[in-house]
């Protein structure tokens, strides 16, 4: 059979929720197509693998930006995850919510408060499986496994006591009231092993005799017949085109994928999409618009200990984790951070995060340093530069270009706070508690003070964090792409469940609340909710 109920294109941490709750009912038929190949690769399932996975092209789409005009005409490169489980099979595993500010806005947004944080907190905890047990703020039983990291390096330590002799908190938890403060983040991590959207969510259910899941598959279009989306069209590598019946179609792509596919299919900007001979099924002009994503900094210092990741023995580190689940492998590199709300702030929220690596860092961890070092990664969380999307043609197969535009406010708010994020690294890597370690500066390559110095070192080095959203925004307006139970306008059988559908980026990472958008909107389809 070729009609399905439900199809679902892009098996990420959107998909893989969607798959799994509504193939609940034996009486759906559920089709989910990933572009990408099957989670195999042991890589993936070990943690500190992430080291490994960057340069993995069957696995990420390897994006690049277009030129970007304030950080020096670079090209910055956007790897998203192409595989079962997406981007939650090669990330870092951090497991962030955001604070109660940024789902009360999206509320707003969308005047539905089933979008505010008191009705989301709900779909976070039935997620959730916390090895520290369910109470008011975490969750237990759920399918995506949460955990303390069961290895730790000595440095990640001494980042939390400079945060505490900088003047920050210390924190065993960044997902409760408080949010400000240092410490080890707790990870997508089940047994020592990544816990990946495809593991927690479409593993424990893939023998559903109504569920069928396809890789290797390209979407080329989404088909619609008197403004109703009946189905998609797909190819699996050179064959012939292929179509797919649905009584509802559900793009879980991404932020960067599903804004393409929309267009493709006529549905977007219309000038835009006459320019590469689309017909214009619904003119959507902010598809492909609001996109949004954390510039990133990086502060390095050489060690004068050789206690980094920097040479571990991989095959060593490989069998001990192989055996026992524990040890540098089960480690996901970005063990401690903290967020902190600068003296720049715009309102109650933190407005910097930190991510700490026991070991050098350049380009993605791409090139590779010599000797021994630590990295400290420092993002402006509430950016109010856009991005935007753009088709280079109407092949499916041709990447889209992606303008982030990163710095690009007219008052300059965007690198006043990059500035204070790399101020405040420094602060807090000259504390004490790195004295016993700390070896010459590296990047920046000298001690810097004035801002025009900081500036030009964002400028040359910044890159993503890996938090692109918003390309196809809810709202309540009519110019957002999709209203409050992400149905797309224009057309109907459509409808939106990832990252881009975010109004605003969340306070912190953006996987947790993928994931949580899914689970929400799973129930609003099955009109649970």
Not at 70 to 88: D, F, I, V, Y
């Amino acid at each position: 059979m070729n009609d399905y109920d439900y199809v679902i294109v892009g098996a990420g941490s959107a998909g893989c929720v969607l798959a799994n709750r509504l193939s609940a009912d034996p009486g759906k038929r559920v089709l989910l197509l990933e572009a990408g190949n099957t989670d195999w690769n042991p890589l993936i399932h070990m943690p500190a693998g992430i080291a490994r996975l960057a340069n993995n092209r069957r696995l990420n789409w390897n994006y690049r930006t277009e030129p970007e005009p304030a950080l020096n005409q670079r090209r910055l490169w956007w790897p998203r995850g192409k595989t079962l489980g997406g981007s939650s099979a090669i990330n870092a595993m951090c497991y962030i919510r955001g604070v109660a500010a940024d789902y009360d806005g999206w509320a707003r947004a969308c005047d539905d408060p089933r979008w505010s944080w008191d009705q989301v907190l709900p779909w976070f905890l039935r997620s959730e499986d916390n090895t520290r047990g369910a109470d008011a703020w975490h969750g237990a039983g759920g399918p995506l496994g949460v955990s303390d990291l069961r290895h730790h390096n000595v440095l990640s330590a001494a980042l939390i006591d400079a945060g505490a002799s900088a003047g920050f908190d210390r924190l065993d938890d960044f997902n409760r009231q408080q949010q400000a403060g240092f410490g080890l983040y707790q990870v997508t991590q089940r047994d020592g092993a990544r816990c990946s959207a495809a593991t927690a969510y479409l593993k424990p259910v893939r023998q559903r005799p109504n569920l069928h899941v396809r890789t290797r598959v390209l979407v080329e279009r989404v088909v619609t017949e008197h403004g109703h989306v009946t189905g998609v069209q797909l190819r699996r590598g050179r064959r012939d085109s292929e179509r797919i019946e649905a009584g509802e179609v559900i793009l879980a792509a991404g932020a960067i994928n599903t804004p393409q596919l929309l267009m493709l299919s006529g549905l977007g900007p219309a000038d835009h999409l006459r320019e590469h001979g689309i017909a214009v099924l619904a003119d959507l002009p902010e598809v492909g618009s609001n996109l949004q994503d954390h510039l990133d900094i990086c502060t390095l210092d050489g060690s004068r200990q050789k206690v980094t990741y920097d040479h571990l023995n991989e095959l060593t580190t490989g069998l001990r984790w192989w055996r026992h689940r524990d040890g540098p492998g089960s480690s996901n590199i970005a063990e401690a951070g903290g967020f902190v709300r600068s003296r720049l702030a715009d309102d109650e929220r933190c407005d910097l995060q930190f991510h700490f690596v026991p070991a050098l860092l350049d380009d993605h961890g791409r090139h590779r340093l010599p000797g021994y070092g630590y990295t400290l990664h420092a993002c402006y969380l509430h950016p109010r530069s856009r991005g935007h999307l753009r088709l280079r043609s109407a092949d499916p197969a041709q990447p889209i270009a992606i303008h982030a535009n990163y710095l690009s406010d007219p008052e300059g708010n965007d690198l006043k706070r990059m500035i204070e994020a790399a101020r405040v690294s420094r602060t807090i890597l000259d504390q004490p508690a790195f004295d016993a370690y700390r070896g010459e500066p590296m990047f920046p390559e000298r001690r810097i003070s004035s801002d025009a110095e900081y500036a030009d070192f964002i400028r040359r080095k910044a890159e993503t964090i890996y938090h692109p959203v918003g390309s196809c925004r809810m709202g309540k307006d009519d110019r957002a792409v999709v209203d409050s139970e992400l149905r797309v306008r224009g057309v109907s059988g459509l409808r939106v469940v990832d990252a881009s559908v975010m109004p605003g980026l969340p306070t912190g990472n953006t996987n947790a609340p993928t994931i949580m958008i899914a689970e929400r909107a799973s129930a609003l389809i099955l009109d649970k909710a």
